[in-house]
């Protein structure tokens, strides 16, 4: 079975432009998750979605930052503008009903 | 709320030492309790799990036994191979919504030949 699909995998931009990050859960699974992680402050919780509704943004850092999902296969996050402080690898991850979490590949972005 | 506390890394061990990575937690309740594993350049997966007083979770010779006398989820292997060096992270489901993780800071492997 396909795993949690991430795209793009790296992420190279200018400060100021908009990002989009997008994520294909694992079919099946109603709970979809975005966590950032970076050296400084490990493996942050962004925002949960269950049954394609937001649940908990409560970690979502500030407005640039917004997540969506439309359907039960896609979610996407996205950060406009951009600044060098996101520079993070950003992970999805999806889980069914109170099941361990499935994490994608990650997507690595850099903010210049 | 919730939390969860390991040891910091590096661990740095020889092929075929025993392991352990320390890990500690504060929870109102009975949460589940996780450990996931990232090698480099990837997600995080899951190791193992337990999700009751005095279970053991096993895979891939690691172990782990929930204590709650001493709230700790210790991560053990009885002979590191190369192929272990990783980053391990304990988690624990979060107090009003199980769905949720509080993961650890992470406690970084590395073996040596």
């Known amino acids: 079975d396909a795993g949690v699909i991430q795209s793009p995998r790296h992420e190279v931009t200018e400060m100021g432009q908009e990002v989009t990050l997008r994520c294909k859960p694992i079919s099946g699974h109603n709970s979809l998750f975005w966590y950032r992680q970076t050296m400084m402050r490990g493996l942050e919780l962004l925002i949960y979605?269950?049954?394609?509704?937001?649940?908990?943004d409560s970690g979502m850092p500030e407005d640039r930052f917004s997540a969506k999902m439309p359907n039960a296969s896609f979610s996407t996050l996205k950060i406009q503008p951009s600044e060098p402080r996101d520079s993070a690898v950003y992970f999805c991850?999806?889980?069914?009903?109170?099941?361990?979490?499935?994490f994608g590949d990650g997507t690595r972005l850099s903010i210049l | 709320g919730n939390s969860v506390t390991q040891m910091e890394g590096p661990v740095t061990l020889s092929e075929e030492a025993f392991l352990t990575i320390n890990c500690t937690y504060t929870?109102?309740?009975?949460?589940?309790l996780f450990w996931y594993v990232q090698y480099p350049g990837e997600g995080l997966q899951l190791l193992l799990k337990a999700t009751k007083a005095d279970d053991k979770g096993s895979n891939k010779g690691f172990e782990a036994t929930y204590r709650k006398e001493t709230t700790s989820f210790h991560l053990e292997k009885g002979s590191v191979q190369v192929s272990d060096s990783a980053v391990y992270f304990c988690a624990l489901s979060d107090l009003y919504n199980t769905d949720k993780l509080i993961f650890g800071t992470g406690t970084r492997l590395q073996v040596f030949p």
């Open positions: 979605f269950n049954n394609n509704v937001p649940i908990d």
């Open positions: 991850a999806s889980s069914p009903d109170s099941q361990p979490q499935h």
């Open positions: 929870a109102t309740g009975y949460p589940s």
